[in-house]
């Protein structure tokens, strides 16, 4: 029996090394690792590593009974035209009129059934908010760091880049 654990089934932990560079926003230390990655550098040694996280939450609208009934309809019409296509659809039918009147009941159907979830969901729901928000994790800085044994490589690369 093989007990080797690989880099997958391993616990996460803070990666150790040298810290080539430090950002304020991910999109400049994402582009340092393209530019490592570019002059073949092992792109599996290399790690960002965000500093002193915050959880942000944007207020995105207003959740009012006529948004969530609408997003109740809009659910329930996917679900229903789904439904409708597996199950509803008539191959024998004369016209494709006659053929497709199913389906286009199983998205009305679909539309009301989600629709009346919704409403009665968020009637009944006991944490009741009058937004919509979406919540995101960002640090303030980004360090890209590597291995101490890679930290020269690194910095031959990074010393090139601002020679060119």
């Not at 007990?3 to 990666?15: D, E, F, L």
């Not at 679900?79 to 409708?84: E, N, P, V």
């Not at 009741?128 to 890679?150: E, H």
């Amino acid at each position: 029996m093989n007990n080797k654990r690989t880099s997958r089934s391993q616990a996460p932990v803070i990666p150790q090394g040298e810290v080539i560079g430090e950002f304020k926003t991910y999109a400049e230390a994402s582009d340092l690792v393209n530019l490592l990655i570019e002059k073949q550098f092992p792109g599996g040694q290399i790690a960002i590593v965000g500093k002193d996280l915050r959880t942000v939450e944007r207020v995105r609208g207003k959740l009012s009974n006529a948004r969530v009934a609408l997003g109740g309809a809009t659910t329930g019409s996917w679900l229903g035209l789904i439904w409708g296509l597996i199950f509803g659809t008539n191959p024998e039918a004369v016209t494709t009129q006659d053929a497709f009147a199913p389906v286009i009941s199983a998205v009305f159907i679909g539309a009301g059934v989600g629709m009346l979830i919704n409403i009665l969901r968020f009637a009944f729901s006991k944490n009741k908010r009058s937004f919509i928000s979406q919540s995101t994790v960002v640090a303030s800085k980004y360090q890209v760091q590597v291995p101490r044994n890679l930290a020269d490589q690194a910095a031959t690369i990074l010393a090139s880049k601002t020679l060119e």
